[in-house]
């Protein structure tokens, strides 16, 4: 069995977004058990639950909001959070996106390890994978299949000289999250990049918090963190939007070629499919443990 946790104290952090460009200041509170995920935006005065039923955009990143009110850019704090094992938490923050930091949850990690996990007096619940649950469209393929842990399985694939191809299986607990997954940056190719800002996105992307692909290869000079870091930051994406469904889901996720469309897509076609998996507060060899694996 595995308690909820929450943060024991207040943190904070700022700067800019990814595709508005606009700074933000952040404010990470601790929260009452069964409190989930929460964005309160100061500067509006309005609460957003971070949950599948609150998704109102996945272009180029996840959104959430209602009536006109929205948080952008949730997916690497969220990752940081469920990676971390946060499940109940305030998110103060007075703009319309999360800061992008350097473009990974490195940060995020050590700022959330900075306010230090404090567990709560009742057991978590998890979504146990009984069978399969397959969603596909003309682009993507997400699978869930039953599987005693948190396996994920990642493929990519791009029509470019430079990047084609990359696939990692991986079993994810909080430390091989924080060493693995956590410092694998955002990505995008030049052409891209170019046409997005052009369209009045990525206003906020630079070197210092994207890598970016060019014809013959990385335009960074402090090169990759990992050789493979660009399916390894889809993981960290995934394991963002995933977390949308409230629950830690226990079992093997395989996607291919999987973006926030689909991550979200696949969460609503796993919720209508009731017969393919249980709540369970004490699932079979869980990685998580009452004991934080970060002091």
């Known amino acids: 069995m595995r308690l909820q946790r929450?943060?024991?104290?207040?943190?904070?952090?700022?700067?800019?977004?990814?595709?508005?460009?606009?700074?933000?200041?952040?404010r990470l509170k601790p929260a009452a058990r069964d409190t989930g995920i929460v964005f309160y935006r100061v500067d509006k005065g309005a609460l957003i639950r971070?949950?599948?039923?609150?998704?109102?955009?996945?272009?180029?990143a996840t959104t959430i909001g209602f009536d006109n009110m929205k948080v952008r850019t949730i997916e690497h704090l969220m990752s940081a959070l469920a990676g971390i094992g946060i499940d109940n938490i305030l998110i103060e923050i007075d703009g319309p996106e999360v800061p992008i930091l350097d473009g990974?949850?490195?940060?995020?990690?050590?700022?959330?390890?900075?306010?230090?996990?404090?567990?709560?007096?009742?057991?978590k619940t998890f979504i146990q994978i009984l069978k399969p649950v397959i969603y596909e469209d003309a682009h993507?393929?997400?699978?869930?299949?039953?599987?005693?842990?948190?396996?994920?399985?990642?493929?990519?694939?791009?029509?470019?000289?430079?990047l084609k191809h990359q696939d990692l299986t991986i079993d994810i607990d909080e430390t091989a999250f924080a060493r693995d997954i956590a410092p694998a940056r955002t990505f995008g190719f030049l052409n891209d990049v170019e046409a997005l800002k052009a369209n009045g996105l990525a206003k906020g992307g630079s070197l210092d918090n994207a890598v970016i692909?060019?014809?013959?290869?990385?335009?960074?000079?402090s090169g990759l963190r990992f050789h493979d870091e660009f399916v390894r930051h889809k993981i960290l994406d995934s394991i963002g939007d995933l977390s949308l469904i409230g629950h830690p889901i226990q079992g093997h996720l395989i996607l291919e070629k999987s973006g926030h469309t689909a991550n979200v897509r696949f969460l609503?076609?796993?919720?209508?499919?009731?017969?393919?998996?249980?709540?369970?507060?004490?699932?079979v060899s869980y990685p998580y443990s009452n004991q934080p694996a970060f002091a």
Request: hydrophobic letters at 40%.
């Open 50 to 60: 971070a949950t599948v039923a609150s998704v109102i955009d996945t272009a180029f």
């Open 140 to 162: 993507s393929r997400v699978v869930a299949l039953p599987y005693e842990g948190r396996k994920i399985s990642y493929h990519i694939s791009f029509n470019h000289t430079y």
């Open 268 to 283: 609503k076609k796993l919720l209508s499919s009731p017969d393919a998996y249980r709540l369970v507060s004490d699932p």
């Open 104 to 123: 990974s949850a490195t940060e995020l990690v050590g700022i959330i390890l900075e306010a230090g996990i404090a567990k709560q007096a009742k057991n």
């Open 6 to 26: 929450t943060i024991k104290r207040e943190v904070t952090f700022s700067g800019i977004g990814l595709h508005t460009g606009r700074y933000a200041s952040v």
């Open 213 to 221: 692909v060019g014809e013959d290869g990385v335009l960074n000079k």
